[in-house]
């Protein structure tokens, strides 16, 4: 069973930043597609950024020119850079992954909290 570990997240003045980290532990198989996803309290669950295996990368508008998705294919990690933070990025952050089978798994979330 493949399990996602998040690490990155805490409190952040606006205007600061944070970077999110997450490795794909215990893999059979390849890992392919990698993203971010928030969910702020009372909200659905969104997507934030995605990037795929070859490097070709996905973002939520409200999030462009902000954050900036990564990864290292070798070490199954994947990064989200986020700068110039607001309170409205305040939210649990959780990595999702697909391998090649199709199968997505979920990180147990992050808390990202931007005071004002």
């Known amino acids: 069973q493949v399990q996602l570990v998040e690490s990155g997240g805490g409190l952040v003045q606006a205007g600061g930043s944070l970077r999110l980290s997450c490795v794909a532990v215990r893999s059979l198989f390849s890992i392919r597609d990698m993203g971010w996803y928030r969910q702020a309290p009372g909200e659905q669950r969104v997507l934030v950024a995605a990037i795929t295996r070859s490097g070709s990368t996905d973002y939520a508008e409200s999030v462009k020119g902000r954050f900036t998705i990564s990864r290292d294919n070798a070490k199954n990690t994947v990064y989200l850079q986020m700068n110039n933070l607001g309170p409205e990025d305040t939210a649990v952050y959780y990595c999702?992954?697909?391998?090649?089978?199709?199968?997505?798994?979920w990180g147990q979330g992050t808390q990202v909290t931007v005071s004002s």
């Open positions: 999702n992954a697909y391998d090649t089978t199709r199968s997505s798994y």
